[in-house]
């Protein structure tokens, strides 16, 4: 197995229409990251995507091992806390985490009080699986996780903030907003917690 763990502060246009079309299904997971400290106007931006040329274990269980995926890449390897300041980041995930990344995401929230994650994506992964529509719930119900009520980034945003600046703007969201309303409903039905 390998994995190719990626990383700048701007993405190609080719690679955020890919990556964040609802409607395709890539192998690989993109992580847009912004970052700030104290609620300063200044933030620092980032991505990381992992990739496997071969297989994923999100896509194959019968793997024992546990790689690295781009959550896990940007919590252990980029991000450096800093225990004195308060942090908000919001990430764009081209798909939403497995249940080992909200594991792994959990365990740093509680770990780092101070932190607060905001997480939009793009799609849904393996919403029919009763572990990840669990690890979903329990990760959107933690302190310190605002929001994961939102399938699909904003759009312009991550053009503007992910895109090297001086790139017109040519990425229309039309075509997908029927993939887009249908993941809403989906995630929406995930989050809502039985009654029963």
């Keep these: 197995l390998k994995f190719l763990f990626c990383f700048s502060m701007y993405i190609s246009k080719k690679a955020l ?33 992992n990739e496997d ?3 994923d274990s999100r896509h194959d269980s019968r793997h024992d091992f546990t790689p690295r995926h781009a959550e896990r890449y ?10 004195y300041n ?4 919001t990430w764009y995930l081209s798909w939403s985490p497995c249940p080992g990344c909200c594991s792994m995401i959990q365990d ?19 919403r029919n699986l009763a572990r990840t529509s669990g690890a979903l719930r329990e990760l959107a119900s933690l302190q310190g996780f605002n929001y994961l009520a939102s399938v699909s980034p904003d759009y312009i945003n991550c053009w503007e903030t992910f895109i090297q600046p001086g790139v017109n703007y040519d990425f229309s969201t039309v075509n997908f907003q029927s ?18």
């Design 17 to 49: 229409r890919q990556q964040f079309d609802p409607r395709m299904y890539p192998r690989e997971t993109y992580l847009l990251c912004k970052l700030e400290w104290n609620g300063s106007q200044n933030f620092w931006r980032h991505w990381v995507r």
């Design 53 to 55: 040329s071969k297989c």
């Design 74 to 83: 940007f919590l252990e390897e980029i991000f450096e806390p800093r225990s």
């Design 86 to 89: 308060f942090c908000n980041i």
């Design 108 to 126: 740093f929230l509680e770990d780092m009080p101070n932190v607060n994650i905001d997480i939009r994506i793009a799609r849904l992964y393996h």
């Design 179 to 196: 993939a887009i309303r249908m993941n809403r409903l989906q995630l929406a039905d995930i989050l809502q917690v039985s009654t029963l």
